[in-house]
T-cell receptor, first 117, second 113 residues
Framework: GAVVSQHPSWVICKSGTSVKIECRSLDFQATTMFWYRQFPKQSLMLMATSNEGSKATYEQGVEKDKFLINHASLTLSTLTVTSAHPEDSSFYIC?????????????FGSGTRLTVV | GNSVTQMEGPVTLSEEAFLTINCTYTATGYPSLFWYVQYPGEGLQLLLKATKADDKGSNKGFEATYRKETTSFHLEKGSVQVSDSAVYFCALSVMGGTYKYIFGTGTRLKVLA
């Protein structure tokens, strides 16, 4: 079946530094990937939709200059949290939509727990 | 707007107990409804879904019925196992331009042997 690999699974960084999270589709091509964020005791919230080869579409209230999304190939999307601050500490998870083949639907990565100290 | 409300956890049950995790929604249009499960260290996996009113989704002994009159999609299982311990997310999606999920907060289930 379709597998999405997300890396790292957890990361601790210092305030002011940048962190990159990778989301890879291992056995299928993903023209569209989604990035979600979950704060403690809150819902998973969609942050942005990334399409291969084009700019990401950000949800209202999400700073595109702070959360840089790159989807340069059909198997890789990255989310970079720039100049991270403690309030960016959260659980980030990606999902991918297949573009071709028998696999349909949306597959999620295992998530990344970001802690900014 | 669209939203999903699910019961807060954690839910702790003994093995073979009956499980219900409540989920209600508000949506414009005609949403599809989903239950996702996340086992420790893994990604979210689709557990079951229903695309229209009165549909029943079922998988691995879990089932949920799309109730339009009560705007609910409660998850049930007659006899839980320790291996069912996970976080369960209720979600909806509304077609029309952008296929987006709206998730609930997740409910952690712990099943004791």
């Amino acid at each position: 079946g379709a597998v999405v690999s997300q890396h790292p699974s957890w990361v601790i960084c210092k305030s002011g530094t940048s962190v990159k999270i990778e989301c890879r589709s291992l056995d299928f091509q993903a023209t569209t990937m989604f990035w979600y964020r979950q704060f403690p005791k809150q819902s998973l919230m969609l942050m942005a939709t990334s399409n291969e080869g084009s700019k990401a579409t950000y949800e209202q209230g999400v700073e595109k200059d702070k959360f840089l999304i790159n989807h340069a190939s059909l198997t890789l999307s990255t989310l970079t949290v720039t100049s991270a601050h403690p309030e960016d500490s959260s659980f980030y998870i990606c999902s991918a939509k297949t573009s071709t083949g028998p696999v349909k639907g949306y597959t999620f990565g295992s998530g990344t727990r970001l802690t900014v100290v | 707007g669209n939203s999903v409300t699910q019961m807060e956890g954690p839910v702790t049950l003994s093995e073979e107990a009956f499980l219900t995790i409540n989920c209600t929604y508000t949506a414009t249009g005609y949403p599809s409804l989903f239950w996702y499960v996340q086992y420790p260290g893994e990604g979210l996996q689709l557990l079951l879904k229903a695309t229209k009113a009165d549909d029943k989704g079922s998988n691995k002994g879990f089932e949920a019925t799309y109730r339009k009159e009560t705007t609910s999609f409660h998850l049930e299982k007659g006899s839980v196992q320790v291996s069912d311990s996970a976080v369960y997310f209720c979600a909806l999606s509304v077609m029309g331009g952008t296929y987006k999920y709206i998730f609930g907060t997740g409910t952690r289930l712990k099943v004791l042997a």
